[in-house]
């Protein structure tokens, strides 16, 4: 196992445009989180799974943004009717007792 | 207002300098974390600490719980340790997510 990883690393969208990124935590961890980072500041909560089930929700999440974990392995975050707002870098982490591994992250730019 | 304040926003040493970055919030948390984060996104997990102090080759991270303050150090500080530096607090209870600072830019110069 290599990590988390996240696909795409960068996407460039219009505004308008539906889009979906897509994690891979580490098999064991059965907790994976969703943040969002814009320039120059730390990375701020989305949402949280613990396995399949999404447990926490960011008032950031709005009616655009949904994200699933289909049988507790991977997740997505789609994001429609894209805004240039939305602009940012998107984080996923998975964590155990152990501690947290996050992804290198999707960067996404809205036009 | 951020929960987690960090200090000092950017820092410039020289390589070899001893480097201390702080931390402070001010919520009860069940565990505080310092990670790395390098140009193009990717964040390193350095340390997860409850109390005390962890060491980790140059790399040295206390915290007071009692102060709720914490602060990561770096000996011997190297080029290759330029890299913008984040607290990040779980406040339990509960929650799993992680509360994070805006981070301290750290610039080593040869």
């Known amino acids: 196992d290599t990590g988390v990883s996240q696909d795409p690393r960068h996407k460039i969208t219009k505004r308008g445009q539906n889009v979906t990124f897509r994690c891979d935590p580490i098999?064991?961890?059965?907790?994976l989180y969703w943040y969002r980072q814009t320039l120059g500041q730390g990375p701020e909560f989305l949402t949280y799974f613990q396995n399949e089930a999404q447990l926490e929700k960011s008032r950031l999440l709005s009616d655009r943004f949904s994200a699933e974990r289909p049988k507790g392995s991977f997740s997505t975050l789609e994001i429609q009717r894209t805004e240039q707002g939305d602009s940012a870098m998107y984080l996923c982490?998975?964590?155990?007792?152990?501690?947290?591994?996050f992804g290198s992250g999707t960067r996404l730019t809205v036009v | 207002k951020n929960e987690v304040e960090q200090s000092p926003q950017n820092l410039t040493a020289q390589e070899g300098e001893f480097i201390t970055i702080n931390c402070s919030y001010s919520?009860?948390?069940?565990?505080l974390h310092w990670l790395q984060q390098h140009p193009g996104g990717g964040i390193v997990s350095l340390f997860m600490?409850?109390?005390g102090k962890k060491k980790h080759g140059r790399l040295i991270a206390t915290i007071n719980i009692q102060e709720k303050h914490s602060s990561l150090h770096i000996t011997a500080s190297h080029p290759r340790d330029s890299a913008v530096y984040i607290c990040?607090?779980?406040?339990?209870?509960?929650?799993?997510?992680?509360?994070f600072g805006k981070g301290t830019k750290l610039s080593v110069i040869p």
């Open positions: 600490l409850s109390s």
């Open positions: 919520v009860g948390i069940s565990a």
């Open positions: 982490a998975s964590s155990s007792p152990g501690g947290y591994t």
């Open positions: 990040a607090v779980a406040s339990g209870a509960g929650s799993y997510q992680l509360t």
């Open positions: 098999s064991e961890h059965n907790r």
